[in-house]
């Protein structure tokens, strides 16, 4: 398996254009996590679906965020309008939920800088 | 959660044995101990995880205490790949699929 794909891998953008990040999990996986990990704040989790659900949005900053998955191979984390402070590092995880291990897999993530 | 403490940094050699400590002194009965690690520039990485009884796997050996209020994870012969930083974190056997990851502790392995 080829693991968690993310792309694209770096996004340079202007303040206030739309940013779209996207992400492929493992197939059979029924858990998708969005992270954002920065220096001051480190690894952040951002929302998680359950069969393309999403379950706790509660790390999503503001509603300048969104995130989507419309099928069981594909999600989208959008920012719109992006702001210099949305600059971070954004992974994707996905997980087969087994219980108790709980298991994580991460995409090697999207590096953001927003001037 | 539990919250854990753990050294900001260590040193170890490589070949020899790296032991990293971890506190979570306000466990509970029915959570977890996980380590994940983070390489430079890549997503973090599961290790191993453990309830009360010590753990081995291919990657790494997790001691816990009996009073289960600290552990340690074992990298038996450090290479200079393991260098990244080691996150313990505590969570509950529940429906809660959150991970919560705090400053962890980079490990610097040296030739």
């Known amino acids: 398996d080829a693991g968690v794909i993310q792309s694209p891998r770096h996004e340079v953008t202007e303040m206030g254009q739309e940013v779209t990040l996207r992400c492929k999990p493992i197939?059979?996986?029924?858990?998708l996590f969005w992270y954002r990990q920065t220096m001051m704040r480190g690894l952040e989790l951002l929302i998680y679906f359950n069969n393309n659900v999403p379950i706790d949005d509660s790390g999503m900053p503001e509603d300048r965020f969104s995130a989507k998955m419309p099928n069981a191979s594909f999600s989208t984390l959008k920012i719109q309008p992006s702001e210099p402070r949305d600059s971070a590092v954004y992974f994707c995880?996905?997980?087969?939920?087994?219980?108790?291990?709980?298991?994580?897999?991460f995409g090697p993530g999207t590096r953001l800088t927003v001037t | 959660d539990a919250k854990t403490t753990q050294p900001t940094s260590m040193d170890c050699a490589e070949g020899r044995a790296a032991n990293l400590p971890c506190n979570h002194s306000?466990?509970?009965?029915?959570?977890?101990v996980y380590w994940y690690r983070q390489i430079h520039s890549q997503g973090p990485q599961y290790i191993i995880h453990?309830?009360?009884n010590n753990e081995t796997n291919e990657m790494a050996s997790l001691i816990i205490t009996e009073d289960r209020k600290s552990s340690t994870l074992i990298l038996p012969h450090a290479t200079l790949r393991d260098t990244a930083v080691y996150y313990c974190i505590v969570r509950p056997i529940s429906n809660d699929y959150k991970l919560s990851f705090g400053a962890g502790t980079t490990v610097t392995v040296r030739a």
């Open positions: 306000t466990i509970s009965g029915n959570e977890y």
């Open positions: 995880a996905s997980s087969p939920g087994t219980r108790p291990l709980y298991e994580q897999y």
């Open positions: 453990g309830l009360k």
């Open positions: 197939s059979g996986h029924d858990y």
